[in-house]
Every structure is written in C-alpha cells, then in structure tokens.
C-alpha cells in the first residue's frame, strides 16, 4: 500500500523567500515520487518527478525536490519565490513509471505576499 | 504541451437526474484515460481508468453502474453521472496519457458537480 502525506494544507511565504512544501511517503515498494502544480481554473501540471535516478530531481520553474529514503520523504523547494508561484501544489506516489495509479496528497495551498 | 480539457467546467442537476461530463485530449492521442474525484480539502481519489475501445477498470468502492465511463475515440472519454444524489456533488478531473505508454498523465481542468 502507497500513501503521501502533506504537511500543511497552506503555506505563506514573502516574495523572494524560500519556499518549502513537505511531503512525507510510505510505500510498500521502491516509489516514483511527483509534484504537481494546479493554477485556479486549471489542469494539474507535472513539476518533477522522481523515478530512482538522481536523488535531488530538478523541475520546472526553478523548483527542486529531494528523495531522501532514510525520512520517505521528498519535500519541494524553490529558493526565491514569486508572485507567480501562488498556487495549489499536490504531492503524489505511484508504484510505477508509466504513473497507472497516482495516489495524492491532500495538497498544499502556497501563498506569495509581495 | 499536452491539452486536456473538460465540459462543462460547472454543473448543477437536480436530485435523480443523469449528468455527462466530457474529457477531451485536445492535441494527442490518448489511448488511456483516467477519472478522479475530489472532495473540497481532500486528495483526488481515482476512480477508473479507461483504455479505449474497451471497459473501464473501476476501482474498490466505485459503483460502476453509477459512474457510467465510455471512451470511445482517442481523444474523448465521458463519464456520466446517473440518477445523482446530493453526495454525488464533488469536483471530478480527468487525465489522458498518449500512446507512448511511459507518458506522463495530462490533466484537465476539472468539472464542479453540484446535485441539489
């Protein structure tokens, strides 16, 4: 069995500050680990993955997240965040690469204050 | 970059009626698609995933009599909600993955039900 858990359902941060969203997951077997992006009025948007190569996985937008198995956890971070960053973001885990069954996370409300 | 888009983006019905829903790869060739259900501050919980051509697969707990899912071309799944209930209410988002079966899921937009 597979699941992710997302500390804090609403993250502030100031523009330019870094921003740290948690993910913490528990997974039977070797995980593929994600981080999705949902804009308001939109579809969700791949950010990075992690699928048992490097440990530190860089995506989009200048975000960054670290496997690291000794924690089963793999947190999101961007070191200066911008207005434009404001956003719900997802965590989720998959038992396979071609992504069949996502479990999600509860998500992460990210706000930027100028 | 991949487009998935569905309709309506809200809907309202009333108790005991059937409401379709659409999901629409809009610039590739989805041969799988999938169904996900959210609950205002919860996860998205998937529902089914559909090849085309095919039945879908449902998963634990989701009525498929109720959840009626068709995917019928490689660029259009609909599910339909039959005789709604008030609990049927949710936001319900799809994906679509293309023909490379390593694709990444595409996700759309997703569509408010409201049954009243």
């Known amino acids: 069995a597979q699941s992710v858990t997302q500390l804090g359902s609403h993250v502030s941060v100031s523009e330019g500050a870094l921003v740290l969203l948690r993910c913490n997951y528990s997974?039977?077997?070797?995980?593929?680990l994600f981080w999705y992006v949902q804009y308001p009025n939109q579809g969700l948007q791949l950010l990075l993955k992690?699928?048992?190569?490097?440990?530190l996985v860089k995506g989009i937008n200048g975000f960054e997240a670290e496997f690291k198995k000794s924690e089963t956890s793999f947190h999101l971070t961007k070191p200066s965040a911008h207005m434009s960053d404001a956003a719900e973001y997802f965590c989720?885990?998959?038992?396979?690469?071609?992504?069949?069954?996502?479990?999600f996370g509860t998500g992460t409300r990210l706000q930027v204050f100028p | 970059g991949a487009v998935v888009s569905q309709h309506p983006s809200r809907v309202i019905c009333k108790s005991g009626t059937s409401v379709k829903i659409e999901c629409r790869s809009l610039?590739?060739?989805?041969?799988?698609m999938f169904w996900y259900r959210q609950f205002p501050k919860q996860s998205l919980m998937l529902m089914a995933t559909?090849?085309?051509?095919?039945?879908?697969?449902?998963e634990q707990g989701v009525e498929k009599d109720k959840f009626l899912i068709n995917h019928a071309s490689l660029t259009l799944s609909t599910l339909t909600v039959t005789s709604a209930h008030p609990e049927d209410s949710s936001f319900y988002i799809c994906?679509?993955?293309?023909?490379?079966?390593?694709?990444?899921?595409?996700f759309g937009p997703g569509t408010r039900l409201t049954v009243t």
């Open positions: 994906s679509a993955r293309g023909l490379r079966g390593r694709d990444e899921q595409y």
């Open positions: 610039d590739f060739q989805a041969t799988t």
């Open positions: 992690y699928t048992s190569a490097a440990t």
């Open positions: 989720a885990v998959s038992a396979t690469y071609n992504t069949d069954k996502l479990i």
């Open positions: 559909s090849n085309e051509g095919s039945k879908a697969t449902y």
């Open positions: 997974s039977s077997v070797p995980p593929y």
